[in-house]
């Protein structure tokens, strides 16, 4: 049949072309329902949205990716979660910046998919000025940023201590040691983990717990029109949700 003979032309046999493409996809769904999350809360007012949905669909969002691409790329989603497993042995180095360049890509894809769903929405918020702080700014829908009283210090440490708490988190869920999680559902309980860890240590720089969830979009909207500010650590301005 016509399928049969397509699908024979598009299979991609290459192993690590599939992991490649798997790891794109994933980590697109992530990004793409967290960064709505973000952007129907703050351009609505939070009349359409707050904190908690902002976090349901971020942590939701970990399970669908998981869902999606865990059978053949593992479904990383996360440089940082890439980089521990080189650290334990279960994940070759060699891929490590592979994984990493597909997880910004796929971040920064995702950013300009949700500029283009909530265009008008973010132009209506921001008065037609697209800024990074300010009562109207829209940049922490794409990217998050620490609140007033956040230090460098304290924000590197805020960054590590909650990924690190991820990592750990998701490694005693993958032990087959540990209590084992029903079988297909260890997506699920990662979401939870995920949340757990928003609604607890998100009030400082916004949780995001992801190298890429973070580089790609702000490199977004850079290159989109927010500015280099995007890059620079300011008082005053908003936090993203996760």
Known sequence: SFLTRARGLLRIRNQLVRECLAELLSTFVLIII?????????????????????YLAGALAVMVGIYTAGGISGAHMNPAFSFAMCLLEQFPWWKFPIFAVMQTLASFISAGA????????????????????????????????????VSIANGFLDQVIGTGVLIVGV?????????????GLE?????????????????????????ARDIGPRLFTYVAGWGPEVFRWVEGRGQGGD
């Open 171 to 183: 490694m005693g869920i993958m032990d087959t040691r540990n209590k084992a999680v029903p079988k």
């Open 187 to 211: 997506p699920v309980v990662v979401a939870l983990l995920v949340l757990s860890i928003e609604s607890s240590m998100g009030s400082n720089c916004g949780c995001p717990l992801n190298p």
């Open 114 to 149: 949700v500029y283009i769903l909530y265009y008008d929405a973010i132009w209506h918020y921001s008065n037609g000025t697209l800024t990074v702080s300010g009562p109207r700014e829209t940049a922490s829908i794409f990217a998050t940023y620490p609140a007033d009283y």
């Open 34 to 54: 967290t960064l709505s999350g973000a952007a129907q809360k703050i351009t609505t007012f939070e009349t359409k949205g707050n904190l908690l949905t902002s």
